[in-house]
């Protein structure tokens, strides 16, 4: 199984921006979609942001226009870029490798604070 190790989370107020990293521990993300999710208090983790093997993007309706996912190859990383991030936004960010099984990281804190 893979091993992924999350970066970046934090205390932003609205408006602000934040960017996530994952790195994993080989080289998989040329061959398996890279996803991000997140769960708020009380809610289902929810999918985020998806990047497959070819590279095609996804989002959920509530961050389009807002957040990119991108991903570096060569460094075996996935990052997701979050602009304009409002208190809804805050949660405990999960990284994915969408393989089987399904690799998750360890999570990482975003606050927005209104």
């Known amino acids: 199984q893979v091993q992924l190790v999350e970066s970046g989370g934090g205390s932003v107020q609205a408006g602000g921006s934040l960017t996530l990293s994952c790195a994993a521990s080989?080289?998989?993300?040329?061959?398996?979609?890279g996803a991000w999710y997140r769960q708020a208090p009380g809610k289902q983790r929810e999918l985020v942001a998806l990047v497959t093997s070819g590279g095609s993007t996804t989002y959920a309706d509530s961050v389009k226009g807002r957040f990119a996912i991108s991903r570096d190859i060569a460094k075996n990383t996935v990052y997701l870029l979050m602009n304009s991030l409002k208190p809804e936004d805050t949660a405990v960010y999960y990284c994915?490798?969408?393989?089987?099984?399904?690799?998750w990281g360890q999570g990482t804190q975003v606050t927005v604070s209104s």
């Open positions: 080989g080289s998989i993300f040329s061959n398996t979609a």
């Open positions: 994915a490798v969408l393989g089987r099984p399904v690799s």
